[in-house]
């Protein structure tokens, strides 16, 4: 019997160990899925407000101003405290935002923060 010892000292270790990562996955996975709506929901958004900085109504030619476009969707960046990259083209504007969501539990077993990247494009549409 006394080469049994401490085996469910291990037993318990592991238990705890398993326990603790799967409420880390649960917790941590879900927050990091709320935290890239959000930004998502911001990259879009950003780009919807560049997308309707449109000139050339009136003639019938479509574009967008890009010096407004891009003023106007970091504007919305900015105010929601997102920093990010604009891209205007003639007919879309593209919002690129990059987070990094650190985790709560899973940090105690060495998974630090995972890195988010969402791009968001808006076209503007005649008719």
Excluded: K, P
Aim: glycine fraction near 10%.
């Amino acid at each position: 019997m006394s080469n049994q010892r401490g085996s469910v000292s291990a037993l318990t270790v592991c238990i705890v160990m398993s326990a603790l990562t799967l409420v880390g996955l649960v917790f941590d996975a879900g927050t990091s899925v709320n935290e890239y709506t959000q930004l998502s929901d911001v990259a879009e958004n950003a780009a919807r407000a560049g997308a309707q900085e449109v000139t050339g109504l009136r003639a019938g030619d479509l574009r967008i101003d890009s010096r407004s476009a891009v003023t106007t969707s970091q504007a919305y960046l900015h105010s929601h405290g997102v920093s990010g990259r604009v891209e205007v083209y003639q007919d879309s504007v593209s919002v690129e935002v990059i987070g990094l969501r650190r985790y709560q539990i899973l940090g105690i077993i060495g998974l630090g923060s995972q890195r988010l990247h969402i791009v968001r494009t808006a076209h503007i549409v005649s008719g």
